[in-house]
């Protein structure tokens, strides 16, 4: 469900507004009737755990470079020529 207010009433009435949002309504805020903001839910963020991934993929840096000589050419710092 979507609600409509005003201005004045969204800064009057912000906790009630946003108790409204936490229930799952979407909140429009309009300036002498055209829209301007939505209030709406956050979406939680899913948790990203950083190196879950380490020792379980292995990844030979050297053999990806050699395969493609033009690739190894723009990262030649690193590796050299192929």
């Known amino acids: 469900m979507t609600t409509t207010v005003n201005i004045h009433y969204a800064k009057t009435h912000l906790s009630k507004l946003l108790a ?8 429009v ?3 002498a009737g ?3 903001a939505e209030l709406a839910a956050v ?13 379980r993929v292995e990844y030979d840096h050297e053999a990806f470079m050699a395969a493609d000589s033009e ?3 723009m990262f030649d710092d690193e590796i050299g020529p192929p």
């Open 43 to 55: 979406k939680p963020r899913v948790d990203f755990a950083w190196g879950a991934w380490e020792g």
């Open 20 to 27: 409204q949002v936490e229930a799952g309504e979407t909140v």
């Open 71 to 73: 690739v190894a050419a």
């Open 34 to 36: 055209k829209p301007i």
């Open 29 to 31: 805020i309009a300036r």
